[in-house]
C-alpha cells in the first residue's frame, strides 16, 4: 500500500514529506492505561446454595423471619419462603441462625501493616513527602497476611484496603476480596470496583512534616499543600485534554486512508504538526482523575470544622468526598455530610488517643445515621475487622439509649450497603437483593451481640469459610510452624 | 425561665461534684451474679453504707432503706479493669502530657503509677459509666526490663482514690525485655539475676559507694521489696518458650512472686503454668502472629487455661493498655465466652479473679455481706455489647451516669434537637 502511494506521489515526494507520512502514519494518541494491574480474581466454581429458614436482615433495612436465600451462579437468586430447591443445590438449615449480607470493611490496612508488624514488614505509609498519590496501596500488600484469613471468619467478604495517613496525599486504595491462599495481590482486586485516594486532614500530616520543619506543619499548611496540589492537577489535566482534542484530528479513522494522503488532508485543514503527549506524572494523573470523578476520595479527617473545610476544598475543586474516615466528629455536622452526600467511616468508640479524637462519643454512628447522612462502621485495626458487627451492635445500643428509633435492620447497612455506596460498589453488592453478588454470612445467632460467630461465609456465592473447617493456614508463614505441627 | 435553667445547672454541678452520701439500698428482684455461687435468676442485695450486708432471694427492707426494684435487670460486682494506663493521660498523643509514657534512663523502677493517677482525668467518668469500678494501673517506664510500680485505683473520681499503692512491679521479659536488656533474650535473664542481685543488696552496696551491677540507686531501692518477694512481679511475656524459662527461673527463686500480662502462647505451657500456679491475664481478641513472639496466638487461650486450671485475669494485652479503652473488659470477656470460656468464669476474670490475684479478694471482686459495695445494675447481660448499667455504686455512693462524652451526647442528640 505505501510503495503504491510513494509511486503515485512520483517526483513531487519530497524527501521532507516521505518522512512526514512516516510520522503521521506512526502516530498514536497516548493514553496513560488506567488498569494497568487489572484484577484476576476468578470466582471458584460452587453448587447452588440454599439457605433455609433463617431470619434474614437484608441490608437494606429489611428483616425476614423464617426465610431462604438462594445464592446460584455466584448472586442472590432469590430471597422468600419456600424456595423450591434448585438441582444440585446444597441446603444448609438456617433455623434460629441470621443471615446477613457479607461485611465490607471500607478502612482497613490488611496487607499493608500486615501481621506479624515488624519494621521489614511496614508498608503502609510512604512517608517520603506530603503528595504521594502516585503510590498504590496494592504494591505493598503482602496476600500472605494472615489477617485476611481472621477477617474472613469475622465475616468479611471485601475490605478496602488503605495506605496509612501520615501524607496529605497518601496514595490509591484498593478494593480486595479476602481471598485465602492468594498468591499474587492481583487475584485478590474485586473486579471493575474504582479506585480510590486516601488523604488525611489534622494531626499526622503536620506532625510527621512540621516535625521535620518542612510543609506542612499547621493545619493552615495542610490546607494548602491540598489546594496547591489539585490546581497544578487542573493545570495537568488540562493539557492532557488539549492533546486529546488536538490528537484526535491525528487519528486515524477506521475508513480513512492511511499514510501520504490523510496527511495531506489534515494539512490541508491546517491542523499543523501532530501534538506531544504531555510528561506522564503518577502524582498528578492520581488527582486528575479525582477531579474528572473517576477516582473516590477517601479522607482520614477527625474534627467537624476540618470536614467543614474539606467540603469547600472539594466544592472549589468541583470533586466530591466519597467519605471521611475516622470522622470522630462527624455527629456535630450531619447536615453538612447529608447535603453534599459524603459518608462517615466510624469506630463505635475510640477516643482520646489524641487531642482530634478527644471529642469521641459512642453515639457518633447512629447520630450521623439519624441526621440522613451515610454512616458506615470501620476498622483500621486487624483486631477490630473481625468483629465489625459487635461495633456496630455497640453503636446501635447507644444510639437506642440515647432516644433514637433504629431497627437492627436498618443497622446492618452500616456495614455493607454503606460501606459498598463509599467506594463505589454498591450496585453489585453490599445487600442481599437479586442479581447482586452472593456474598454472604450465617450466622449462629443474632450478630449484634457479643457471642453470635460467623458460622459460614460466602464470597460471591462460594464457600470461603466454615466454622471449625480450617485444616490448614490459608498463610505460607503460618504453615508449619512447630505448634502447629505438635497440635496434629 | 433563666432562673429555672441556672437550677438545673447548679443542680447538675452538685450532682457532679458532691456524690450522694452513702445510705442503705435494697436493689430488690434482680438477676444477680454474686461470684461465689450460682447466679440469682431473681435476688436481692442490701447494702448499707460502704458494706454489703446481705445477698440472696427475698430480704426484708430494713425501715428507710432505699428499695430500688431491678425486675429484668442483672446484678453484679463493679469490674475490675485488670490492666490499663487509665488515669496517667487525658489525652494519650497529640504531644500531651502523658504520664504512662517514660522515656528516661534515670528511672524505671522507681516510678509509681499512683503518684501520676488523676482521679479526675475524663477517662475515669468515661470508663465507670459503663460498669468498671476499679482499675489496675501500670507505668510504663522504658530505661531498664522493669516498667515501673502499679496501683490499684477506685473510679469514683475522689481525691483518696489511690486504694493500694506499691502493688506490683512491670517486669518485661519477652522481645521488649530483651531488647531493653541490650537486644537479646541471652542477656535477659543474666540482667534480671544482676538487679535483684542489686535490690537485694540495697542499700548496704551502694552506702559504700559503689554502683549497683545494673541498677541506680534509685531503682535498686524500689525494687528491694519485690526482690525479696514481698510483692508480685507482673510480668510481660508472650511465647512460651520465654514463659517455660520463667517457671524455671521461679522454681530457682521459690520466694518470687508472678503474674503474667500477655501470654499470647501460654495455651501451650497451660499445665506448668497451673501447676505453678501463676495467674495469667489474657487478652481474648488476640490471635494474629502480630509479633514474632505471638506466632500461636488463639482466640480460644483464655478457655484453654482455665480448663487446665490456670487462674485467668482478662485485659487488654500489654499493646492496648492506653486508658482510654479501659472499659471495653466486657466486651473482652464476652469474646472468652464466645471461644469458649464459661460465661461465670469469664465474669470472675474481670471482677473477682483480678480482685483476687491483686490482694483485695477479701473485699472486692463478689458480691457478699462484708464485701464492699460495688454494685452494678444492668439493663442486660453484661458480658453483651448491647448492654450497659442503669445505675451503679462504689462502696455503697450511687455515681450518676454522666461523663464528658454524655455531656457531648445530650449537646448533639438529633433525638432532643430535631
Not at chain 1, 517526483?11 to 488498569?35: M, N
Not at chain 1, 433463617?54 to 437468586?77: C, P, R
Not at chain 2, 477479701?362 to 453484661?382: N, R
Amino acid at each position: 500500500m505505501r510503495t503504491w502511494t510513494l509511486g503515485i506521489a512520483g517526483a513531487l515526494a519530497a524527501a521532507t514529506l516521505a518522512t512526514a507520512a512516516i510520522a503521521q502514519e506512526a502516530f498514536r494518541t497516548v493514553r496513560p492505561p488506567t488498569d494497568p494491574y487489572p484484577s484476576t480474581y476468578t470466582v471458584p466454581t460452587a453448587a447452588p446454595v440454599i439457605i433455609r429458614g433463617a431470619t434474614v436482615i437484608d441490608g437494606e433495612g429489611g428483616e425476614f423471619a423464617s426465610t431462604d436465600v438462594l445464592i446460584a451462579d455466584g448472586k442472590i437468586a432469590a430471597v422468600g419462603q419456600a424456595l423450591p430447591p434448585p438441582a444440585g443445590a446444597q441446603e444448609i438449615d438456617g433455623r434460629g441462625k441470621f443471615v446477613t449480607p457479607g461485611i465490607i470493611d471500607a478502612h482497613s490496612h490488611l496487607g499493608v501493616y500486615p501481621s506479624p508488624g515488624i519494621q521489614a514488614s511496614s508498608d503502609g505509609n510512604e512517608a517520603t513527602q506530603p503528595n504521594t498519590a502516585e503510590v498504590w496501596a496494592e504494591h505493598s500488600v503482602w496476600p500472605q497476611d494472615p489477617g485476611f484469613s481472621r477477617a474472613v471468619a469475622g465475616g468479611i467478604t471485601t475490605l478496602h484496603v488503605l495506605p496509612g495517613s501520615a501524607n496529605l496525599f497518601g496514595g490509591r486504595g484498593v478494593t480486595l476480596h479476602p481471598v485465602l491462599g492468594a498468591r499474587t495481590v492481583q487475584s485478590m482486586k474485586v473486579p471493575g470496583a474504582p479506585y480510590t485516594l486516601k488523604m488525611a486532614c489534622g494531626e499526622n500530616p503536620s506532625r510527621v512534616y512540621g516535625g521535620r520543619n518542612s510543609s506542612p506543619a499547621t493545619g493552615m499548611g495542610n490546607v494548602a499543600g491540598w489546594r496547591q496540589s489539585f490546581a497544578k492537577a487542573q493545570e495537568y489535566d488540562r493539557k492532557w485534554k488539549e492533546y486529546w482534542r488536538k490528537a484526535a484530528r491525528f487519528e486515524p479513522k477506521e475508513d480513512e486512508p492511511k499514510g501520504f494522503f490523510r496527511a495531506k488532508a489534515k494539512d490541508k485543514k491546517g491542523a499543523g504538526d501532530p501534538p506531544v503527549a504531555p510528561d506522564r506524572d503518577l502524582e498528578m494523573e492520581t488527582l486528575a482523575a479525582v477531579l474528572n470523578g473517576e477516582i473516590l476520595v477517601q479522607w482520614h479527617c477527625y474534627r467537624a470544622d476540618e470536614m467543614a473545610t474539606a467540603l469547600d476544598i472539594a466544592k472549589e475543586f468541583g470533586f466530591r468526598v466519597a467519605a471521611f474516615h475516622h470522622a470522630v466528629e462527624s455527629y456535630k455536622i450531619g447536615d453538612l455530610l447529608a447535603r453534599d452526600q459524603t459518608c462517615s467511616a466510624m469506630w463505635a468508640d475510640w477516643w482520646g488517643f489524641k487531642l482530634e479524637a478527644y471529642d469521641g462519643i459512642r453515639e457518633n454512628i447512629p447520630f450521623v445515621h439519624a441526621r440522613g447522612a451515610c454512616a458506615i462502621v470501620h476498622s483500621d485495626s486487624e483486631v477490630g475487622i473481625q468483629r465489625l458487627n459487635q461495633e456496630a451492635a455497640k453503636a446501635l445500643a447507644d444510639g437506642r439509649r440515647a432516644g433514637l428509633q433504629i431497627s437492627r435492620a436498618d443497622a446492618w447497612r452500616w456495614l455493607s450497603l454503606n460501606p459498598a455506596t463509599a467506594i463505589g460498589i454498591s450496585d453489585r453488592t453490599g445487600s442481599l437483593k437479586v442479581g447482586k453478588a452472593g456474598d454472604v454470612v450465617v450466622w449462629s445467632a443474632d450478630p449484634l451481640s457479643s457471642y453470635a460467630v460467623a458460622e459460614r461465609v460466602f464470597i460471591n456465592g462460594a464457600q470461603m469459610y466454615e466454622r471449625g473447617q480450617v485444616v490448614a493456614p490459608p498463610s505460607d508463614f503460618e504453615l508449619g510452624q512447630s505448634f502447629r505441627e505438635r497440635a496434629r | 425561665m433563666k432562673a429555672a435553667i441556672n437550677a438545673i445547672a447548679a443542680a447538675l454541678v452538685m450532682a457532679a461534684v458532691c456524690p450522694a452520701a452513702a445510705e442503705t439500698v435494697l436493689v430488690r428482684g434482680g438477676r444477680v451474679v454474686t461470684n461465689t455461687g450460682a447466679v440469682l435468676d431473681k435476688g436481692d442485695v442490701l447494702f448499707t453504707d460502704s458494706r454489703i450486708v446481705a445477698v440472696g432471694p427475698s430480704i426484708a427492707a430494713p425501715a428507710g432503706a432505699r428499695v430500688i426494684d431491678a425486675a429484668g435487670r442483672w446484678v453484679t460486682p463493679g469490674a475490675i479493669a485488670a490492666m490499663s494506663e487509665l488515669g496517667l493521660s487525658e489525652i494519650s498523643g497529640s504531644g500531651a502530657a502523658n504520664d504512662a509514657s517514660l522515656a528516661s534512663p534515670l528511672i524505671s523502677a522507681a516510678a509509681e503509677a499512683s503518684r501520676a493517677f488523676d482521679p479526675s482525668a475524663s477517662a475515669v467518668a468515661v470508663t465507670r459509666i459503663e460498669g468498671v469500678t476499679r482499675a489496675v494501673i501500670a507505668p510504663a517506664a522504658t530505661g531498664t526490663i522493669f516498667s515501673g510500680i502499679g496501683a490499684l485505683v477506685a473510679l469514683n473520681g475522689a481525691a483518696d482514690s489511690v486504694q493500694r499503692d506499691r502493688l506490683f512491679q512491670v517486669l518485661e521479659l519477652g522481645e521488649t525485655g530483651a531488647e531493653r536488656a541490650g537486644g537479646s533474650r541471652a542477656a535477659l535473664w543474666p540482667y534480671l539475676e544482676a538487679a535483684l542481685k542489686d535490690a537485694r543488696e540495697y542499700p548496704a552496696r551502694y552506702a559504700s559507694g559503689q554502683d549497683g551491677a545494673v541498677l541506680r540507686e534509685i531503682d535498686a531501692r524500689a525494687l528491694k521489696p519485690f526482690a525479696l518477694g514481698q510483692g508480685v512481679f507482673l510480668v510481660r511475656t508472650e511465647r512460651a518458650a520465654d514463659i517455660r524459662e520463667l517457671l524455671r527461673f521461679k522454681r530457682a527463686n521459690p520466694n518470687l512472686k508472678f503474674v503474667i500480662h500477655g501470654g499470647a502462647e501460654a495455651w501451650l505451657v497451660a499445665d506448668e503454668l497451673a501447676a505453678a500456679k501463676v495467674p495469667v491475664i489474657v487478652d481474648p481478641m488476640v490471635n494474629l502472629p502480630e509479633r514474632m513472639e505471638k506466632l500461636a496466638a488463639r482466640l480460644d487461650n483464655a478457655a484453654l487455661l482455665e480448663r487446665a486450671g490456670v487462674r485467668v485475669i482478662i485485659a487488654p494485652s500489654p499493646g492496648s493498655v492506653d486508658g482510654h479503652q479501659a472499659r471495653l473488659a466486657f466486651q473482652l470477656a464476652g469474646n472468652a465466652v464466645a471461644n469458649g470460656l464459661p460465661w461465670e468464669a469469664a465474669f470472675k476474670a474481670i471482677s473477682q479473679t483480678p480482685a483476687e490475684v491483686f490482694g483485695v479478694g477479701g473485699e472486692l471482686g463478689s458480691l457478699a455481706p462484708g464485701k464492699t459495695a460495688d454494685v452494678v445494675i444492668w439493663d442486660g447481660d453484661p458480658l453483651d455489647v448491647m448492654s450497659a448499667p442503669v445505675a451503679l455504686f462504689i462502696a455503697g455512693v450511687e455515681t450518676p451516669l454522666v461523663s464528658r462524652q454524655t455531656r457531648l451526647r445530650d449537646r448533639y442528640n438529633p433525638a432532643a434537637r430535631p
